[in-house]
């Protein structure tokens, strides 16, 4: 499923849909990926673990700030396919949300 408005995301999280991952782009339209990342974690801190990070590189400081605190993976555009699929693989293998492995700190490419 893709979504393009960080509102309608929420929306569906707040009713209690969950997945496997989030690719959550940060800068969105209306509610960008910082703020729907927040909002997630006071309602379910353990599925906001899920969320990886799209960035077009961290020029905007905000963006930097807050790539810098959170421990969540990310993904840098341009970004390879392949790499994505993986990132669904390890996600989708690690079965239950509360078992899944720490993500690296670093971006992938």
């Known amino acids: 499923m893709v979504l393009t408005d960080g509102r309608d995301a929420l929306e569906r999280i707040t009713r209690g849909e969950r997945f496997d991952v989030v690719f959550c782009d940060l800068m969105m339209p209306y509610l960008p990926g910082d703020e729907l990342y927040a909002r997630t974690r006071l309602l379910d801190p353990e599925f906001s673990e899920r969320f990886v990070f799209i960035s077009g ?10 790539l810098a605190q959170v421990p969540n993976e990310r993904v ?13 693989r390890r996600f989708v293998n690690s079965g239950s949300q509360a078992s899944w492995p720490p993500p690296p700190k670093h971006a992938v490419r």
């Open 76 to 88: 840098e555009k341009p970004f390879n396919v392949q790499n994505l699929r993986g990132i669904v």
């Open 57 to 66: 590189g961290a020029t905007d400081a905000r963006i930097a700030d807050f």
